[in-house]
T-cell receptor, first 112, second 114 residues
Framework: GNSVTQMEGPVTLSEEAFLTINCTYT??????LFWYVQYPGEGLQLLLKATKADDKGSNKGFEATYRKETTSFHLEKGSVQVSDSAVYFC???????????FGKGTKLTVNP | DGGITQSPKYLFRKEGQNVTLSCEQN?????MYWYRQDPGQGLRLIYY???????QKGDIAEGYSVSREKKESFPLTVTSAQKNPTAFYLCASSLGLARRDEQFFGPGTRLTVL
């Protein structure tokens, strides 16, 4: 079945450091790929998405490129801020619906 | 403002009692979803509905029930048959009809069984 694997956390960085959170997937067909962010005690918010191979999603300085050849959708940011501290989820749609399959999440802590 | 509301934010239940979690959306979305979140396990799909008066089981439906009588509302009942109900519950909605669009999430309800 479809699945998402993302790097285990927690990840702790200093402010202005470079961030990479790895995400790989297994899926039949051509899923859409998403990164969601969850701040403490809140629901999930869409951070960025890509719907076809080689698409690059970007938002708030974060980027991820849909790589079909490596089945990956790694999240990157060049300079993290304390306010980026949150849990990040990689996800994909499965089948002909908008049902999401989530990775287990990666907790990021950014220290000043 | 359009969005998804969940109530209550915190809910306490005695063991053996049923409890219903509310989810309302004013985004005019066809599809709605319920997820359960446990530490270190990500989100797992409980039930989903692609249209009014229709719903399907997700990956962990045992011990839960839902209804979809109105497009705007998708309440989740946690029954006494659910063995480990303490968790954070998230409701979401999307355009549906296989448009492959994003899901929008509510703020969640934290359920604690005493």
């Amino acid at each position: 079945g479809n699945s998402v694997t993302q790097m285990e956390g927690p990840v702790t960085l200093s402010e202005e450091a470079f961030l990479t959170i790895n995400c790989t997937y297994t899926a039949t067909g051509y899923p859409s790929l998403f990164w969601y962010v969850q701040y403490p005690g809140e629901g999930l918010q869409l951070l960025l998405k890509a719907t076809k191979a080689d698409d690059k999603g970007s938002n708030k300085g974060f980027e991820a490129t849909y790589r079909k050849e490596t089945t990956s959708f790694h999240l990157e940011k060049g300079s993290v801020q304390v306010s980026d501290s949150a849990v990040y989820f990689c996800a994909l749609t499965q089948g002909g619906s908008e049902k999401l399959v989530f990775g287990k999440g990666t907790k990021l802590t950014v220290n000043p | 403002d359009g969005g998804i509301t969940q109530s209550p934010k915190y809910l306490f239940r005695k063991e053996g009692q049923n409890v219903t979690l509310s989810c309302e959306q004013n985004l005019n979305h066809d599809a709605m979803y319920w997820y359960r979140q446990d530490p270190g396990q990500g989100l797992r799909l409980i039930y989903y509905s692609q249209i009014v008066n229709d719903f399907q089981k997700g990956d962990i439906a045992e011990g839960y029930s839902v209804s979809r009588e109105k497009k705007e509302s998708f309440p989740l009942t946690v029954t006494s048959a659910q063995k480990n109900p303490t968790a954070f519950y998230l409701c979401a909605s999307s355009l549906g009809l296989a448009r492959r669009d994003e899901q929008f999430f509510g703020p969640g309800t934290r359920l604690t069984v005493l």
